[in-house]
């Protein structure tokens, strides 16, 4: 009988819960006559992982090269999202006008946490990166984090057929522009304690690891930013300064409408039957890499998209 009773004192309480405005008490005193009061425990505070990195990213001031279109756009953005209450950006790119746009739209997204300083710069001119340091307000000039992003393709020729312009602005542009970079912010990583502190992120390609047809020069191009970013680590190693190589495989950006001289219809057929990836997917990763613990480097990373197995191994959907 008292089984009985216990049952239906439940059931009346169940259906009472589907009721209008009905509730649910919560109590951290036992009531042992309501085997429905639940018992309430103070919330403890958890240190999630985008705090943490968040944390670790205030305060430093990052340049991005290349930062008016595809992944260095979306690292600048990236990274104002991740740290919006204090960070200084200095997105550079020949196109001053994309670089204030940019820079109005994050100010419109987070606010004035995040100071953005908008420099023309062509990293493939040795006099503009020569100037570059020497020309940055001081509240900018202590820079933590280099992100070398620049760099071009041109053209599908095969030798001997390639354009003397093409082979020198791919090399001035993606081999001796990141270089340049690399050598006018190093002194500034240099001079800090423990031998130096800062991020140099270089921004290289699938191609360098694996040449393709009708890409000569250009993995030439990302096989020289291999060598000389793995042999910077190595001298580099009783520092405390970070290098760090990413390596996208095909993504979608304005890389291949320049590759093919701007035409559009010839850049989208390498995409065709695929869903390749984003500047956004790449800007994560290089974010990722720099809000990492001081003492853990991403050193090296090959990003596909997940049909992609190789340079030259990709599924198309028919």
């Not at 309430?40 to 990052?62: C, N, Q, Y």
């Not at 140099?200 to 694996?210: F, H, M, Q, V, Y």
Request: hydrophobic share 40%; aromatic share 6%; proline share 6%.
């Amino acid at each position: 009988m008292n089984s009985v009773r216990t049952w239906t004192r439940s059931i009346g309480f169940l259906r009472s819960l589907s009721s209008p405005g009905s509730t649910i008490l919560f109590s951290s005193a036992k009531q042992p006559n309501n085997p429905f009061t639940l018992p309430v425990h103070p919330a403890s505070p958890r240190r999630t992982m985008t705090s943490a990195m968040a944390k670790r990213l205030e305060g430093k001031t990052i340049v991005v090269t290349g930062a008016s279109s595809g992944i260095g756009k979306s690292t600048a953005k990236e990274f104002a999202r991740t740290s919006p209450k204090n960070l200084k950006l200095i997105l550079t790119a020949r196109r001053i006008d994309a670089l204030k746009q940019i820079a109005a739209e994050i100010k419109e997204e987070v606010g004035d946490g995040v100071k953005v300083l908008p420099v023309k710069l062509d990293v493939s001119n040795p006099a503009d990166v020569n100037g570059f340091v020497p020309s940055l307000p001081e509240e900018f000039k202590e820079i933590d984090v280099l992100v070398n992003n620049a760099g071009l393709v041109k053209g599908v020729a095969q030798a001997p057929g390639i354009e003397p312009e093409d082979i020198n602005v791919m090399f001035n542009t993606n081999v001796t522009g990141l270089i340049n970079m690399t050598q006018a912010i190093l002194p500034i990583f240099k001079k800090r304690d423990e031998g130096g502190r800062g991020d140099i992120i270089n921004i290289g390609s699938i191609a360098g690891r694996e040449p393709y047809s009708g890409g000569s020069i250009y993995c030439a191009t990302k096989a020289a930013v291999r060598s000389f970013t793995d042999a910077l680590r190595k001298e580099l190693i009783a520092s405390r300064i970070r290098i760090i190589e990413i390596d996208p495989g095909q993504v979608e950006t304005e890389f291949s409408v320049v590759r093919f001289y701007g035409d559009k219809s010839k850049a989208d057929a390498v995409y065709k039957g695929c869903e390749p990836l984003t500047g956004d997917d790449i800007a994560e990763v290089i974010v990722f890499a720099a809000g990492r613990r001081e003492n853990v480097v991403i050193a090296d990373t090959l990003v596909f998209p997940s049909h992609q197995a190789s340079a030259g191994v990709m599924h198309r959907k028919s």
